[in-house]
């Protein structure tokens, strides 16, 4: 059934101009057009609890014909709130064509970026605290549905080199590990933050008593990692992984002595 404003003359039954749907004669179409920042209620599988109920930050988006002075932001809203109350994976695929119907498009793509939370427990105390990770998905339509995870990691990782030349000690430093995966079929959340973690000089952990403290620092002594060493690490992992399809590293270190950080960036498919 169409919409009120979905005749091309434009005007819709209301009498209102509808801006949207007036012809463009500089004939470009636009790749992605849409909404940012939608902040909205989003359900995620739990490895440990079955579900997690967090917050997801929407990015919806369409194709725009060359013919279309604008795209109509209130359909992508009334998408998304349709839904229902709380959105999970297997919604992406119906919102997408959704999208795509009511906004005349080839294409649909959705961002959703979230806090996700997991118990930690401190290596030898066994302090228990709430780690955060940023995780997110990518899903796109255009006849197809294709969904790619994210996943962004803190790790500790000790410069060799320091460690070599240096009498006493070696300087450390926070690195994050960004993954971006495809797969064959489900992979936990779970799973490829212990690939990242295990990756890493050591892992990082919310509550840390002098024990772990101890221990912590030893463990990194004990496993230096430039930048390089840690992305061929994870990528490792992932091709000893027969679910991952397909994957996309970064890691960057925010370097303690120097000022600047190290950077290093790896893309590979299996397929």
């Not at 027969?242 to 299996?270: D, Q, T």
Request: aromatic share 8%; hydrophobic share 35%.
């Amino acid at each position: 059934m169409p919409l009120p404003n979905d005749d091309t003359s434009g005007s819709n039954v209301s009498g209102l101009p509808d801006i949207q749907k007036t012809p463009d004669d500089r004939n470009i179409a636009i790749d992605k057009v849409g909404v940012r920042r939608v902040k909205f209620p989003i359900v995620v599988l739990d490895r440990a609890n079955e579900r997690q109920h967090t917050i997801g930050d929407f990015t919806l988006t369409v194709d725009l014909p060359s013919h279309f002075k604008g795209t109509h932001m209130s359909r992508f809203l009334e998408v998304l709130n349709e839904t229902g109350r709380e959105i999970t994976v297997q919604s992406l695929p119906r919102m997408l064509h959704e999208m795509t119907e009511r906004l005349h498009a080839k294409q649909a793509h959705i961002e959703v970026s979230f806090p996700y939370f997991m118990e930690k427990k401190a290596p030898v105390t066994g302090m228990a605290g709430m780690m955060e990770y940023a995780c997110g998905f990518k899903a796109q339509g255009n006849g197809a549905f294709d969904i790619q995870l994210t996943v962004t990691v803190p790790v500790a990782t000790l410069c060799p080199c320091s460690k070599e030349i240096s009498k006493y000690g070696a300087h450390n430093q926070r690195g994050w590990v960004t993954v971006m995966v495809e797969t064959f079929e489900h992979v936990w959340l779970e799973d490829l933050i212990d690939a990242i973690e295990a990756s890493g000089s050591c892992a990082l952990y919310p509550v840390l008593k002098r024990p772990d403290e101890k221990w912590v620092t030893e463990t990194a002594y004990e496993n230096p990692r430039f930048v390089e060493d840690l992305v061929r690490e994870v990528a490792i992992r992932f091709d000893n992984d027969p679910r991952v399809k397909a994957y996309e590293i970064e890691v960057e270190n925010e370097e303690s002595i120097h000022a600047h950080n190290a950077y290093a960036y790896l893309k590979r498919s299996k397929a």
